[in-house]
């Protein structure tokens, strides 16, 4: 018998500093990592979207680029 299994990757933790680990920001990163990770068989991406602009890449943005 096979047991089937949800595979979840979390790209970004909201108080994830990238200056200190190494975690997509950009749109086009996190579109890069996300297809990375269903390509090693994640079927679920959970990511926090991120302000663009210098010293804010804690705050969360609804940016039309990234959700849109």
Same mark, same amino acid.
């Given at each position: 018998? $096979?047991?089937? @299994?949800?595979?979840? /990757?979390?790209?970004?933790?909201?108080?994830?500093?990238p @200056?200190?680990?190494?975690?997509?920001?950009?749109p086009?990163?996190? @579109?890069? $990592? @996300?297809?990375?990770? !269903?390509?090693?068989?994640?079927?679920?991406?959970? /990511?926090? !979207? =991120?302000?663009? =602009?210098?010293?804010?890449?804690?705050?969360?943005?609804?940016?039309?680029?990234?959700?849109?």
């Amino acid at each position: 018998m $096979h047991e089937k @299994a949800v595979i979840t /990757c979390a790209l970004t933790g909201v108080l994830t500093d990238p @200056a200190v680990h190494h975690v997509p920001v950009t749109p086009t990163e996190m @579109a890069d $990592h @996300a297809r990375q990770a !269903f390509d090693a068989g994640a079927s679920i991406v959970h /990511c926090h !979207f =991120r302000d663009q =602009r210098k010293g804010k890449g804690h705050l969360p943005t609804w940016d039309l680029q990234t959700v849109g």
